[in-house]
């Protein structure tokens, strides 16, 4: 393991990272090592381990060892509150480092890892305050009987997050599981694992006892199904497709383990045309091509008052038009590329299967055309299709790139059949300066998380989770904490003696 990247021509760096378990890097059983590339360059940016299936049963006993020696699990909840914080501030102090990376890695821009990186912090300073509060109830009883509840962490608990927010969705599942007392095993996306590693390390010199944090890098089809059948494994928590999830979901029902799936989605963005109009485009741009609309709550289905449809269109047009593409790592950068080739290549077949089915291209549609040395990045122009209809596919299935559709809706209730339409159920947003409409719309809404007059907007507090084919269980605020830990109720007799049921007492009324 390269601890310390190492320098390289063009005075970029290497960052060779193996295995972390127990508190320490260490070498996978296979020599295979996946290459990590700059989707805007092409260029080497490092290597983690491929961890085997053995890798993962060894970490997920460490894990248990490390549960079972009671040194997290026992600690009193002041106490590790005090490491999360601690956690909190030595993430803080490494900030620009990790943009910087996360914006080599996943080609997002500088300006938007800058921002989203900089709440992370605070998923510990909040679950590491309320982590004391996980408190018991005392409940009714009939009788002369003391009826209460307490909480208990579950044990080890896996987590499998995906390439396009390495930190952001490791760490929102991270800082509750630990608040709860649990042990964690992770098995972070084979193409973005670099910024998770590098922060288990710095957990560990923040005061995480070894053991607590272990991740294991590798491809998903060989280390996946044994984290989901490890016999220690108390509850499984996924990010990623539906598709992946439905399969993850299926092993833990065979086991028998609580999970929570955060799946795909498909976002619809209800536009009433008393919004103003700059503001509802602005506000169209932001939820459809932040990330390069790699997001699972990226607005794609923009479902605009006919009054206003034309102009709309129009004017996001010539917004997208002006969007500057190139170097993710310069902060004038307004849009980098998709992840790999397989997502450009992906994104590309949705592009043509729009044209295709006769939705109108108005924008976009191609590979941007970028000077060196950007040529090989996968960088395609923001493409927007208008007058979609429900059944293209464009408009059915998540393509998880730079596309998004627009379609017109006559009155609220046409909105709502259309926004509604669809097997996801994640996120949506509502553009309305009509206070009563909103409130109104957004209580009809199938999303599991709505925003109203703003999009992608994230908190610790604010839970997070989706219906139907977008999953189940929630992130975030006292739900996650609950769902990281099993509830036990005690029922104590306070009568001075036990009444002989066989004696002919009748103790049951």
């Known amino acids: 393991m390269t601890a310390t990247p190492s320098r390289t021509a ?78 909190g501030d030595a993430l803080k102090t490494r900030l620009p480092e990790f943009a910087e990376l996360e914006t080599r890695v996943t080609g997002r821009p500088i300006r938007e890892m800058t921002a989203q990186l900089s709440r992370l912090p605070e998923w510990f300073y909040y679950f590491g305050g309320i982590a004391r509060g996980l ?94 059948a490890a016999p220690r494994m108390a509850k499984l928590d996924l990010t990623g497709g539906t598709d992946t999830g439905r399969r993850v979901a299926g092993m833990a029902a065979e086991r028998l383990i609580p999970a929570t799936m955060e799946l795909g989605g498909k976002a619809p963005v209800l536009v009433f045309d008393d919004t103003p109009l700059d503001e509802a485009v602005n506000g169209a741009a932001f939820a459809g091509f932040i990330a390069s609309g790699q997001t699972c709550v990226a607005g794609t289905r923009f479902i605009v008052q006919q009054t206003i449809y034309d102009a709309f269109v129009e004017k996001l047009v010539a917004k997208v038009a002006a969007f500057r593409l190139g170097d993710p790592i310069e902060r004038t950068t307004d849009m ?57 596919r464009i408009v059915r299935e998540e393509i998880f790139g730079p596309v998004i559709c627009v379609m017109p809706f006559t009155d609220e209730q046409h909105a709502l059949q259309l926004a509604n339409d669809h097997e996801f159920g994640l996120g949506a947003s509502v553009w309305t300066r009509d206070v009563t409409r909103a409130h109104r719309v957004v209580k009809k809404l199938n999303a599991g998380i709505v925003w109203i007059n703003d999009h992608h907007k994230n908190d610790p507090a604010s839970i997070w989770g989706g219906f139907g084919s977008s999953g189940y269980g929630k992130e975030n605020g006292w739900n996650a904490l609950h769902e990281y830990s099993k509830e036990q109720n005690v029922v104590v007799r306070l009568a001075p003696d036990f009444p002989d049921w066989y004696g002919g007492s009748d103790r049951y009324s």
């Open 10 to 87: 063009g005075n970029a760096e290497e960052i060779h990272l193996d295995l972390y378990i127990g508190g320490a890097f260490r070498e996978a059983s296979s020599s295979n090592r996946t290459e990590i590339r700059n989707p805007a360059t092409g260029a080497l940016i490092g290597s983690a381990a491929k961890g085997t299936r053995e890798d993962m049963l060894a970490a997920v006993d460490i894990a248990a060892k490390a549960f079972d020696s009671g040194a997290w699990s026992n600690l009193d909840a002041l106490d590790r509150g005090h490491i999360l914080h601690a956690i």
């Open 135 to 228: 408190e018991g109830h005392v409940k009714p009883f009939k009788g002369e009987y003391l009826n209460y509840t307490q909480f208990s962490p579950l044990g080890v608990v896996g987590l499998i997050t995906s390439w396009n927010h390495p930190l952001l969705i490791f760490l929102k599942k991270l800082a509750p599981a630990l608040a709860a007392g649990n042990t964690v095993v992770v098995k972070p996306s084979e193409i973005a694992p670099l910024t998770p590693l590098l922060f288990a390390d710095l957990a560990t010199h923040a005061g995480l006892p070894p053991g607590v944090l272990n991740i294991v890098t590798g491809e998903g089809s060989q280390i996946g199904p044994a984290m989901c």
């Open 336 to 392: 980098g590329p998709v992840i790999s080739r397989k997502q450009m290549e992906t994104t590309l077949e949705y592009i043509e299967s729009g044209k295709s089915e006769g939705a109108r291209l108005v924008t976009g549609g191609e590979l941007a055309n970028l000077p060196a040395p950007l040529t090989d990045g996968y960088f395609i122009q923001p493409t927007i299709f208008a007058d979609v209809t429900p059944n293209h």
